[in-house]
């Protein structure tokens, strides 16, 4: 009956690494609502993985995945959206965001995040540059749209999923 509560979606943004995926999925059985990981419903779109998509049409290609994507949700109502770290980099993204609900914003330090990341080789961004330094600085590119976009932030250094989980319902 919880999930009725919400007519509109909760999205979950932020960098690589800031644990988006494994919170979304907590919320959604929490709140009973459906949750949906925007990467892989690209890559089942496409019928290729993250990975093959950057290689075979490129960075651009996939970011207009991630747009249409959006638009796609933006019909929908009571959806739990782990967002791909990189949805921010499109202005026009944020706003399709904002029309369609609520947006939590998880952070971490580059420090953190790495150690989350470093042995994944599905993240066709890091592949060849899984280090702090190069973590540390597309943070800082990023950081500002981070920010413009979320309604709620949420620090996830050094805390538990449950934690984190019960913060973001106490402030929803
Ligand atoms: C990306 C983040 C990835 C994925 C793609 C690009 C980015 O999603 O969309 O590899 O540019 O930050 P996750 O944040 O779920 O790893």
């Not at 999930?3 to 919170?23: A, H």
């Not at 779109?45 to 796609?72: A, D, H, P, V, W």
């Not at 029309?99 to 953190?112: H, R, Y």
């Not at 599905?122 to 060849?128: A, D, M, Y």
Request: net charge negative; hydrophobic share 35%.
């Amino acid at each position: 009956q919880l999930g009725e509560t919400f007519s509109y979606n909760i999205m979950i943004i932020g960098f690589m690494g800031t644990g988006k995926s494994t919170i979304a999925k907590c919320l959604s059985e929490i709140l009973s609502m459906e949750e949906v990981e925007m990467d892989q419903h690209i890559a089942e779109k496409e019928g290729m993985s993250i990975n093959q998509i950057f290689e075979e049409s490129g960075e651009e290609y996939f970011r207009n995945c991630e747009s249409n994507t959006l638009i796609e949700f933006n019909s929908k109502k009571g959806l739990i959206i782990s967002c791909g770290g990189g949805v921010v980099l499109r202005e026009e993204n944020i706003s399709h965001m904002k029309n369609q609900g609520k947006i939590i914003l998880l952070s971490a330090t580059p420090e953190t995040i790495y150690e989350r990341v470093k042995d994944n080789t599905e993240r066709p961004i890091l592949r060849n540059n899984m280090n702090i330094e190069f973590i540390a600085n597309l943070l800082e590119q990023r950081i500002d749209r981070y920010i413009e976009a979320a309604d709620i932030i949420i620090n996830t250094d050094n805390k538990t999923i449950e934690e984190i989980t019960d913060e973001i319902l106490r402030k929803l």
